[in-house]
């Protein structure tokens, strides 16, 4: 498997994985206060209704609308007043006609009450006499049984990301538990004969390892468990137990593979010969990216990941962010965040390949906020520190103008 | 403290806060490899160069540069190959003039050599004889010593957010410790005569407690510390006792109100007694969450939300997510995440406040997603779910008009 012959577009490539790819991460139970950022494995339904019973939205009166009929600020109508509910407890009081209750915002009516006058819209006319200065419907400013949900509803669909108030909202109805999908574990390999640990003080033609960090980041962040293995020798035999290892204990395999071709061709060679059907892409229309490779392992997907780091993160971005997405159940993966900028100069790119270029963001012109292209060798790591997102250039384009308005990636 | 009577817009309530604030988290060693999402409370200056020494960015051969002068593939320049210098290791090669040694990405320069040929640029003559078709320039296709950071430079500023390149940029330069700002502490304190906790089954009037999740939740995805307290009734001492433990413990303390005017006015009245100067925020001009309350406590911020769970959402984003930004040292705190869509229907909004409309995204249309505006009572938990974010509604305009372009908040 030598160089990249048959390079995919990154869509086409992720397409490729998608339709092969039947694994999902199994689900367990996880409690509702833990479950923010998780994946629900099943359909929620509510066992009630809520609210369970008719609730004031007002501080005011309950009362029976049609007493409060035709009721003006000159021709009040005179209700008498027959106690209050407070709040949390059950009615004492029982309205006859002509009558009222205290009631709060969130409370009960009385019983034998239909709407709920504001407090606004009345006039005490001596201890017990209460004046309502407008008119109610029924049902006005009462919140009904179920109107928020009903039981039986399907209150979160099955693969939904659980964002604060999906807490919230399942305590709500007293649900403290959900099966959310379990967070996929993603072993990382760093593999080249030059790599030290950031621990060490390297030797002359070594550097330290990024990527294992880079991408145990990367894959924290989007909801996977990272399990960075130690660093592996540009050898077949080696690559191959810490793949296999890797592999082993995982649902998910990267590989960030050397920066130069052959080291890049073992790469290929090892994740090829784990399991079947072995790589499914051989190179990606992409830069910085191109020398990419996706395996299947059966039935577990495997990236073969360029050594520079800004390629790896581009890559990780297009793919490996959506397979993680997929394996937890987000199916179609959510967009990544995005912000509308204006560029500032012009960028060539080549036709017939994606290109992917660094911005920094900066201040506002004109209500956009401007986008400085970024450029610098894809071996710089920094250069990606210096940058906030990347713009897409797409493979039927020779390049971008300064002043276009472009979508920038954030990372 | 009865009504709110000088209500301020959320702007400058926050803006009231903050130029009272002074108080920051202090800072904490965290390993690079667990800084993912935390703030740097220094600048952190690197100790090196990097990379540390000069690197080949292509597979091909080193060279003196003036020996490939005037190279073409019709007259290639003659160079007698000297050995490699392979990955990882210093260059056992000295080149003379007229001599060059295979190279490797990311791998060291044979000694004396200034420039790299790509392999694409030579051809193989014989077993040591190699032809460059093309001239390089000195410094071609090398990364010099300090091009992507200097010994001295600071590579991170102060009060910024850690991402996941960040953390393999550190460990380049073998930064295995960051100081960070501690994640600051949020006490939550639900208050209502009618809560109890989710995992009980309410009795007639009453409702499970939301918010004390709903916040929690919202805190823990800004980065803080919850500590949910046990729930309170609407009794002054019961709410101050659970208000002065809440302080002492934490960075701030967020009271969830109960949802009726006199319980409001309690939990005014408590934060207003804790400590100096007290309430310096009594109602904002904003729907929903008109009665918030904001307290500094001898220089702790203190937050009473309404009771209703998308007023508490939507003062926590505009008041409380931006003081957990400035207490980690965020400053100025970064705007939520936004979306451009369309709208698709009407939106009315008084004039002289500031409206937040919850809005659910939808399909694409005309390159831009839609926005369906959620209509529903603030005290319905459940529209929270069905939405995707907010719309503002600055104070000056009456409303919004379908098919307008408008910023989604999302949350």
């Known amino acids: 498997m030598p160089e990249f012959f048959n390079v995919l577009p990154p869509d086409d490539a ?23 950022g998780r994946v629900t494995a099943c359909e929620i339904v509510s066992a009630e209704d809520l609210p369970s ?22 021709l009040p109508a005179y209700l008498e007043l027959a106690g209050e509910v407070p709040m949390g407890q059950p ?34 006319a001596g201890e017990t006499t209460l004046e309502a200065l407008r008119p109610v419907a029924p049902g006005e400013n009462v919140l009904q049984v179920g109107e928020d949900v009903r039981s039986g509803e399907v209150v979160l669909p099955s693969g939904h990301l659980v964002r604060p108030q999906d807490v919230g909202a399942l305590t709500a109805l ?27 003080t390297p030797g002359p033609g070594r550097v330290r390892d990024v990527n294992s960090y880079t991408i145990s980041a990367l894959v924290e962040k989007h909801g996977g468990i990272p399990i960075p293995l130690p660093l592996v020798k540009d050898d077949y035999d080696a690559q191959r137990d810490a793949a296999l290892r890797g592999i082993e204990q995982a649902d998910v395999l990267v590989f960030s593979a050397g920066s130069s071709i052959s080291s ?28 990419t490779i996706v395996a299947l392992v059966d039935g577990k997907p495997a990236f073969g990941l360029p ?33 509308s900028a204006r560029l500032t100069r012009d960028v060539a790119s080549a036709a017939g390949r994606e290109d992917h270029v660094q911005v920094r963001l900066d201040g ?41 308005d ?5 990372f």
Chains 1, 2 share one sequence.
């Open 406 to 410: 472009v979508e920038v990636r954030l």
């Open 264 to 291: 890049r061709d073992l790469t290929a060679s090892v994740l090829d010969g784990l399991g079947s059907p072995g790589v499914i892409v051989h190179g990606v229309s992409l830069k910085p990216g191109k020398p």
């Open 14 to 36: 992720f397409e490729s994985l998608r339709e092969r790819l039947t694994a999902r991460v199994q689900a367990e139970a996880v409690p509702v206060s833990e479950a923010l």
């Open 91 to 124: 009615p004492a009081v029982s309205l006859r006609p002509g009558q009222a209750a205290r009631a709060f915002t969130g409370g009960m009516l009385a019983e034998g009450a239909d709407a709920v006058v504001m407090e606004e819209n009345t006039q005490r």
């Open 364 to 404: 506002v012109r004109g209500g956009v906020p401007t986008a400085h292209p970024v450029f610098g060798k894809s071996n710089l790591i920094y250069s990606l520190v210096r940058a906030d997102g990347t713009v897409r250039i797409p493979p039927d384009r020779t390049g971008l103008y300064a002043g276009q």
């Open 307 to 339: 050594g520079n780091p800004v390629s790896a993160m581009v890559v990780f971005d297009l793919l490996v962010r959506p397979t993680l997405c997929l394996l937890r159940g987000l199916d179609p993966p959510p967009r990544p965040a995005a912000v």
């Open 174 to 200: 007293g649900i403290t538990q959900v099966q959310a999908a379990r967070r996929p574990v993603v072993s990382i390999v760093s593999t080249g004969d030059e790599l030290v640990a950031p621990g060490e």
């Open 53 to 74: 019973f008719p609730r004031s939205t007002m501080d005011g009166y309950s009362v029976r609308a049609a007493d409060t009929f035709g009721a003006t600020e000159s």
